[in-house]
């Protein structure tokens, strides 16, 4: 069988070739930085250097010359840095010519000519001087020469030159030359190594993270993004298992709602239909049989209202379609106003509603939906409330905090089940069993809007003698 060499294929786009690529490329740059200043500016930067130093002796020396161990500094900086220090008067006579050895040279007038290059264009002012570089005819090293003008005594302009010889430098060139050839190789080979091991750590977690996350992609929410030794890295995992475990959530959320909600709509919609053909083909002539037939198809109708209104209204909430509109509400008017709406309970089933307030009871909130609230709570409270059918609506300003309660005497919450109360489909979730009243999302909804006004919220209840459903706003203060 003939085997097909399979190619390596480089990611260029990948992190770990980027970090190595700029990594090698900041090695290669340090190395030519090292080749340019050793090698090609070398001489350059010696000469200035040296210039540099000369320039500084010359200056301190002319700022020295009247004091009375002029002569010793003169003496120390010939020995002590190898310059040859000339003090020459302005009829061009040496008057203190002395070499590095501290040696007097022979008095001699200096040639005119060479006076001129010398002291050419400096004055007789305060620290005028000109430092240049010339080859001696009889060396075959180059000298920096520092001239001057040191000053004037008894009447007699004196001047100063400094010169110091350039030593050679294309033997230690040559020698670094090698050694950095050397050391350049060595170290494009280890930065070449360590830049892919770096690299190959630092993407390490990050291909994991990108495995993990193909995995959630095609929905298994099992997956764990796991940590490592950087905080950035420790960040994006930690916030990428928090994404994993809300999206887990709301997926089963979704599954739930969909099983729940189908379930309430097959329900009442088989009952309208199973009715409706009770009326075409058994009480259709019997009036008083045909009446309570109807008047089932219009409660189930009512109850796929409620439940379409309810879904409406915990979209638009979730969403946050509609803008939330804070105002001063005086929460008794609006509880009162809230009772009106259940009147035919009043007239057809005995509800007895009793009011109780105390204080201003003015908060700041969005009218419309804490009006919502009340509803669903007193209405949570009529669909609970089997023999004692009384309903206690209670606001209460205490401490610049205003109450709301809504107590009933019905059958009650059990201890174990207060907490689970304010999920949606809550009773649905654990059984499909139709709830005998209501569609297991008013308390959801009452939830909704009570944090999204960041309400303190609650029930008190003991099972089988009713429930107290309240919560507690800010009272408003009208400042102005």
């Not at 030593?167 to 230690?172: K, L």
């Not at 670094?176 to 050391?183: G, P």
């Not at 949570?380 to 089997?386: G, K, Q, T, V």
Request: proline content about 2%; some cysteine; glycine content about 4%.
């Amino acid at each position: 069988m003939r085997q097909e060499n399979k190619k390596v294929k480089i990611d260029k786009n990948s992190i770990m070739f980027t970090f190595w690529k700029y990594f090698s490329g900041f090695a290669a740059a340090i190395l030519i930085s090292l080749w340019l200043f050793q090698i090609v500016f070398l001489n350059s930067f010696y000469e200035s250097m040296k210039e540099g130093e000369v320039t500084k002796i010359g200056n301190y020396l002319i700022g020295e010359y009247k004091n009375k161990d002029f002569e010793s500094k003169i003496l120390s900086y010939s020995q002590k840095e190898g310059m040859e220090i000339e003090i020459i008067d302005e009829d061009r006579r040496r008057i203190y010519p002395m070499n590095w050895m501290g040696l007097m040279m022979n008095p001699e007038i200096i040639d005119q000519k060479i006076f001129n290059e010398y002291f050419e264009g400096v004055n007789t002012g305060e620290k005028a001087y000109r430092v240049f570089t010339a080859k001696p005819q009889h060396s075959e090293n180059s000298t920096i020469t520092y001239a001057g003008y040191l000053g004037k005594k008894h009447d007699v302009n004196y001047y100063i030159i400094i010169k110091s010889e350039l030593e050679p430098v294309d033997s230690a060139v040559e020698i670094l030359q090698k050694l950095l050839m050397l050391v350049s190789i060595l170290s494009l080979l280890l930065a070449l190594i360590l830049s892919y091991f770096i690299s190959k750590r630092l993407s390490k977690p990050l291909i994991s993270m990108s495995r993990s996350a193909k995995k959630l992609g095609n929905g298994d929410f099992n997956v764990h993004f796991d940590e490592d030794d950087y905080s950035e890295i420790n960040d994006l995992s930690n916030t990428l298992n928090y994404a994993t475990s809300e999206l887990a959530k709301t997926i089963e959320v979704r599954k739930d709602l969909i099983s729940n909600v189908s379930h309430d709509l097959k329900t009442p919609l088989t009952v309208i239909k199973s009715y409706g053909e009770m009326i075409r083909d058994i009480s259709g002539n019997n009036e008083e049989m045909r009446n309570r037939h109807i008047e089932t198809i219009i409660n189930e109708a009512d109850h796929l209202t409620m439940l379409v209104n309810d879904l409406l209204d915990l979209s638009k909430i979730e969403s946050n379609l509609e803008d939330v509109n804070y105002e001063p509400v005086n929460l008794y008017d609006l509880s009162k106003e809230v009772i009106e709406r259940f009147k035919i309970f009043f007239e057809k089933s005995d509800y007895n509603f009793i009011f109780e307030t105390e204080g201003n009871c003015i908060i700041f909130c969005d009218r419309k939906r804490i009006e919502q609230v009340i509803y669903n709570l007193v209405n949570n409270a009529i669909n609970y409330s089997r023999r004692e059918k009384e309903i206690i609506i209670r606001v209460v300003e205490k401490d610049g905090k205003v109450r709301f309660d809504c107590i009933d005497k019905g059958i009650g919450i059990k201890k174990e089940n207060i907490d689970n109360i304010w999920e949606r489909f809550y009773r649905e979730r654990n059984n499909h069993v139709r709830p005998e009243v209501g569609t297991g999302l008013g308390l959801y909804i009452v939830k909704s809007i009570l944090e999204m006004h960041e309400y303190e919220y609650g029930v008190e209840s003991e099972y089988g003698k009713g429930s107290d459903f309240y919560f507690i706003a800010d009272e408003y203060k009208n400042e102005s």
